[in-house]
């Protein structure tokens, strides 16, 4: 489920359509929790289902650590990616904003932790980074985890719309992450060989 201060609006004939914030959304706010109504599919679902609907779900799903296709329900199906994105996946099945983001201010991801079947060339917003590869997750968990090991404890000082998504487990371990009784799982774990995928 995707921020409750946010909206589905038209970028620009390049990009499509894309999510804004409707209200400022502070750094450490949950951005996005996969929840229940999310549409989870095997591996091997798409060699059975027809041509078309296999782009779909190509273009629309992510890819879990399992190789499962996570289908959002909501307008998270439409978060666009950037190299130098406000939002960032964790380990725990939720986004987290890593810095402050504006009303009127798209919410952007970085598609190098979503495990893309193939390599693709998005804009180019002059970083180092100009390709999204499917083994992204390989090269850039350090410096994402650097980014949310900072971002972390800001998750119990901000207002929280998504929390109660979260089961009562994964809420004590952030209690434990915050509190530096626990170490925060790497964005390592949430990588899926691409070339066993079936799209």
């Not at 109504?37 to 060699?47: K, R, T, Y």
């Not at 130098?84 to 009127?104: H, K, P, Q």
């Not at 932790?113 to 390989?138: A, C, Q």
């Amino acid at each position: 489920m995707m921020h409750p201060h946010t909206e589905l609006k038209w970028i620009s004939e390049e990009i499509g359509f894309g999510v804004v914030a409707t209200k400022p959304i502070l750094k450490g706010t949950i951005t996005w929790v996969q929840d229940e109504l999310d549409g989870v599919f095997s591996p091997d679902f798409a060699e059975n289902i027809k041509p078309l609907t296999r782009e779909l779900l190509e273009k629309y799903s992510f890819r879990n650590n399992k190789g499962e296709h996570i289908l959002c329900w909501d307008i998270a199906k439409f978060v666009n990616h950037s190299f130098r994105s406000n939002c960032l996946s964790t380990a725990y099945n939720f986004e987290i904003a890593i810095r402050d983001i504006e009303v009127g201010e798209e919410l952007t991801d970085d598609y190098g932790y979503l495990n893309l079947s193939e390599s693709f060339v998005p804009k180019d917003e002059g970083t180092d980074r100009k390709v999204v590869h499917p083994n992204d997750i390989l090269k850039c968990y350090q410096e994402w985890d650097r980014i949310l090991n900072a971002v972390f404890p800001l998750i119990g000082k901000r207002n929280q719309p998504l929390y109660s998504l979260l089961d009562e487990d994964l809420k004590t371990e952030i209690t434990e992450i915050i509190e530096g009784k626990k170490k925060m799982e790497s964005t390592r774990s949430l990588y899926f060989k691409p070339e066993t995928s079936q799209i």
